[in-house]
Structures are given as C-alpha cells and as structure tokens.
C-alpha cells in the first residue's frame, strides 16, 4: 500500500546527481523513483502520478519547467521542485513567471538543499 505524500519522482539526467538524490530520498523513507529523462518521467506519471517531484530545469527535449506545467495540470495536488544552476534560466523557453510557480533549488544540489525540500512538504 503506497501513502499519499511518500512517493517521489527524481528527474535527473547525471546519474551521480540522480543516486544522490535518490538516496538522501530513500534515507528518510521515501518511495522514489529515479528516472534519467522528462520523455519517461512524463510516461510514469500518466499511469500514476507522483506526490512530489524534483525535476531538474535544463533537460533535453522538455525542460524540467516545461514538464512540471504539464505534471501540475494532471496532478494539481503534486509538489514539485525545480533544481536550477544560474545558466538554467536562460536556456528556458517557459516565461519567467511561469518557472517562479514552482519552487527551486540551487544546483548543484546538496544535503541543505534536499533538507529544504523535506522542510516544504
């Protein structure tokens, strides 16, 4: 049986970032999923969306702001959290305002970072 705010979904496409994440997840007794690219991550989350998503901001093909508009239309209820570094912002094709709706972190990320994840859900 899966409870509701315990599964997360990691988007992150360096797999040392990624088990990382997973990891630091998993430590404090998440269910989490760890996915490399938004094409699989967009795929899982159309049969079972997650509650929480850390998505990182520069991904090929979709970026992280792109697919955490679409994951916010099907699951209202999701937190999700945007990882970005300085240049990410200007690789963007979302609006600015758009990217501020959901929360970030500085990448790269690290233990305080991830910390203040946990603090927000």
Do not use: Q
């Not at 938004?38 to 970026?63: C, N, Q, R, T």
Request: with cysteine.
């Amino acid at each position: 049986m899966k409870v509701f705010g315990r599964r997360i979904m990691i988007v992150e496409d360096v797999a040392e970032r990624r088990e990382f994440i997973c990891r630091f997840f998993t430590s404090h007794g998440y269910e989490v999923y760890p996915t490399d690219n938004v094409v699989k991550a967009l795929m899982a989350f159309l049969e079972e969306p997650f509650d929480i998503i850390v998505i990182k901001g520069d991904l090929p093909l979709l970026s992280g702001p792109e697919a955490a508009l679409i994951m916010r239309k099907l699951h209202p209820m999701a937190k999700i959290f945007l990882t970005m570094d300085e240049n990410s912002e200007k690789s963007l094709v979302v609006k600015k305002e758009e990217i501020e709706y959901f929360p970030y972190v500085p990448e790269p990320v690290d233990m305080n970072s991830l910390s203040c994840i946990l603090d927000e859900i």
